[in-house]
């Protein structure tokens, strides 16, 4: 009896520590929805100036996934600085920096200015 409590307890908190998690982490709902929905990204975050998409790692597909979309999108790539990228598309710039949120994910900011 005393195990099924202990147990039926340990679950209680896993739950409510994962749901909390899902709350109030903005990378770990995008990875839940990256694996659910299998899109090649997802939204993370959005702000007046910047947005948050994340992508799976897969050896850098992701990246190159998220850098083609963009020039689908007509943005042209005119420099790179390490893990970060400059687009133009007319008179408008977009910087994207890019880093490597676990073994799975990759986050991308992107803000225009």
């Not at 899902?22 to 929805?33: C, F, S, Y």
Request: charged share 20%.
């Amino acid at each position: 009896m005393k195990f099924k409590r202990f147990f039926m307890s340990g679950l209680g908190v896993l739950i409510i520590v994962g749901a909390l998690l899902l709350m109030l982490n903005p990378h770990i709902r995008g990875a839940v929805k990256l694996v659910v929905a299998e899109d090649p990204f997802v939204e993370v975050q959005e702000s007046s100036s910047s947005k948050k998409v994340m992508a799976h790692w897969d050896e850098g597909e992701g990246i190159q996934t998220l850098l083609e979309e963009l020039e689908n999108d007509g943005w042209m790539m005119e420099d790179h600085f390490g893990s970060a990228f400059m687009f133009t598309n007319n008179d408008r710039t977009l910087v994207v920096n890019i880093w490597k949120w676990t073994n799975y994910f990759v986050v991308a900011e992107m803000t225009e200015g």
